[in-house]
């Protein structure tokens, strides 16, 4: 899907979003990009390339609960 259900506008590049079956697309269970504009709109002198993500515990805790049973 070229749509996600994150915001986009502090993302400059690649972004991704991990879902699990029957989870759907409004509770992704990881997800990140490249922010290489965030710290100069949080007050850095220079742009930083960088690339961050975060995986949702109890999400991914219950997609494996869900595909183990």
Do not use: W
């Not at 990140?32 to 220079?46: I, Q, S």
């Not at 961050?52 to 609960?65: F, Q």
């Amino acid at each position: 899907s070229t749509e996600f259900g994150r915001k986009l506008e502090y993302y400059s590049g690649f972004v991704f979003q991990i879902e699990a079956p029957g989870m759907g697309e409004t509770e992704p269970v990881a997800g990140g990009g490249r922010y290489d504009n965030l710290l100069t709109a949080l007050g850095a002198p220079c742009a930083v390339p960088a690339v961050g993500s975060a995986i949702h515990t109890e999400r991914l805790l219950a997609a494996v609960g869900r595909a183990s049973s």
